[in-house]
């Protein structure tokens, strides 16, 4: 039985890529969360078994770990990812989602191979979702930093561009006359 398990954790992993699960996190609460169902579906059980040992567990499962969408969460959540209303065998409770810590508490106490290998998965793609926000937010650092250092540089080029543009007065035509009484040419 032993070689069974260790197969079908292979193929849980090999069911679920990672680009996958990066697609089924979401934030909530300015963390990065997934939803219940999401993370029962990869560990390859029913969301009834993995909230019942989350319940068993709760010790193990504090606020930064595991929390429950409020109505008003739930709601947006539902409008963001285009979930259907819960009709006829649906959701009878709000979900609970889980941080990446808590996604791995819960392949801990599910205590199954599939669990702790899809687990992997699942860190995986947080860590990839953290790296990115990084690489962004370094990223518009630079531009700002840039943005900083060039623009006296450029306000100098876009001020002889903007006279280069501007056209050059018209030239009067016509004669003005002096205070003596004099007809001179007006100056062009």
């Given amino acids: 039985m032993k070689g069974s398990s260790?197969?079908?954790?292979?193929?849980?992993?090999?069911?679920v890529p990672l680009q996958s699960i990066e697609r089924l996190i979401y934030t909530v609460r300015g963390q990065r969360v997934m939803l219940d169902s999401d993370l029962a579906r990869i560990y390859g059980i029913a969301t009834s078994r993995l909230n019942e040992q989350?319940?068993?567990?709760?010790?193990?499962?504090?606020?930064?770990?595991?929390?429950?969408?409020?109505?008003?969460?739930w709601s947006r959540l539902m409008s963001q990812i285009a979930i259907s209303k819960t009709g006829r065998g649906g959701r009878r409770k709000l979900p609970l989602v889980f941080t990446e810590h808590g996604a791995i508490m819960a392949a801990n106490?599910?205590?199954?191979?599939v669990a702790v290998q899809a687990s992997v998965q699942v860190v995986r793609a947080f860590v990839?979702?953290?790296e990115l926000v990084l690489s962004n937010l370094e990223l518009a650092r630079r531009l700002d930093e840039l943005e900083k250092r060039y623009d006296g540089q450029?306000?100098?080029?876009?001020?002889?561009?903007?006279?280069?543009?501007?056209?050059?007065?018209?030239?009067?035509?016509?004669?003005?006359?002096?205070?003596?009484?004099?007809?001179?040419?007006?100056?062009?």
């Fill in 6 to 15: 260790a197969v079908e954790a292979s193929e849980a992993s090999a069911l």
């Fill in 54 to 73: 989350v319940r068993r567990n709760a010790d193990r499962f504090p606020e930064d770990f595991c929390f429950q969408l409020t109505h008003e969460e």
């Fill in 109 to 113: 106490v599910l205590n199954s191979p």
């Fill in 128 to 130: 990839r979702l953290r």
């Fill in 154 to 188: 450029f306000k100098v080029v876009f001020d002889a561009l903007r006279q280069l543009m501007s056209p050059p007065p018209a030239p009067r035509i016509g004669f003005r006359v002096t205070k003596g009484g004099e007809k001179q040419e007006a100056d062009g």
